[in-house]
């Protein structure tokens, strides 16, 4: 009897703080449950990326471009793997739990709403840029070029490009609960930011009447700054590395609170209108 009236009132006094640091630590100890018990997914996910950096080594090797072609391509390469989990993980996963009629299970929970997208793709975004600093160093031992002393930026520019992005795939989580599709918004973006974002050359190279719409993406800057800081000789017409974290910096602040603002209302219309059953 004493515990029953202990433990409601144990939630109910719960701090803020202490509400995202545990709701924060639960969707991460899921995920690591979901790594245990697939661990050959995890394995194979690391092993899969070694392919295309591999396949960059030889042909510049083969096209005797030299190492800093190799450096330019894979680090593009890289940066785009690196975020692509942040920005298409969240809707992957609100997919799955729509489908199986467990997204209610989520909601109804004593946690804020708006921190549901940034708990639920924590860990992804995580072994993201895991496996971007991964795909770097395979190349480092393959031959490719790296200043050390750009490294602690780099990892910091990758940080605010995971946010960037985490903000982007809140945006399309939105979409997701009130018209079920999210995919379209994703691969749209996905697929302009594989061209427009610069990853196997400089965004200079692009015509003008469309190289504006890379100043737009956030991996435009992400990409243009790692080339900065971890390419002795960086290519010509890279963005300056000041420039690319101020940018990257305000599109977290603002597409990060109005991605969460936007995905806490879109859950509230659709519960007024029937869609989710709470």
């Known amino acids: 009897m004493t515990t029953t009236h202990i433990y409601p009132s144990a939630i109910r006094n719960r701090t803020r703080s202490r509400k995202v640091i545990?709701?924060?630590?639960?969707?991460?100890?899921?995920d690591l449950v979901e790594e245990r018990m697939f661990p050959a997914t995890s394995i194979m996910r690391y092993i899969a990326v070694v392919f295309p950096v591999l396949l960059y080594f030889y042909q510049s090797s083969f096209l005797g471009a030299g190492p800093e072609v190799f450096a330019v391509m894979l680090i593009g390469t890289a940066v785009t793997a690196g975020l692509q989990d942040a920005l298409t993980q969240l809707t992957a996963r609100l997919n799955f739990a729509m489908e199986r009629g467990t997204l209610e299970t989520y909601l109804v929970e004593p946690v804020p709403w708006v921190l549901i997208p940034i708990a639920m793709n924590l860990w992804r975004s995580f072994t993201g840029g895991l496996l971007a600093c991964f795909m770097i160093a395979v190349g480092w031992m393959l031959g490719m070029p790296i200043d050390p002393a750009g490294i602690p930026l780099g990892i910091l520019v990758l940080f605010l490009g995971i946010l960037a992005c985490n903000a982007l795939g809140t945006l399309a989580a939105s979409f997701l609960v009130l018209f079920k599709r999210g995919d379209p918004v994703v691969m749209l973006f996905h697929l302009a930011a594989s061209v427009l974002g610069g990853a196997l050359f400089?965004?200079?190279?692009?015509?003008?009447?469309?190289?504006?719409?890379?100043?737009?993406?956030?991996?435009?800057?992400?990409?243009?700054?790692?080339?900065?800081?971890?390419?002795?000789?960086?290519?010509?017409?890279?963005?300056?590395?000041?420039?690319?974290?101020?940018?990257?910096?305000?599109?977290?602040?603002?597409?990060?609170?109005?991605g969460l603002y936007v995905f806490d209302r879109s859950l509230r219309l659709a519960r007024r209108l029937g869609i989710l059953s709470i």
């Not at 190289?211 to 900065?228: D, G, K, M, N």
């Not at 960086?234 to 420039?243: F, I, M, Q, T, W």
């Open 22 to 30: 545990e709701t924060l630590g639960a969707y991460i100890r899921l």
């Open 202 to 258: 400089p965004i200079s190279t692009l015509p003008e009447w469309i190289r504006w719409a890379s100043y737009l993406i956030p991996h435009t800057y992400v990409i243009s700054a790692e080339r900065q800081l971890l390419m002795p000789t960086p290519p010509a017409g890279e963005l300056s590395v000041s420039l690319s974290i101020v940018v990257l910096s305000i599109m977290c602040t603002v597409m990060l609170g109005g």
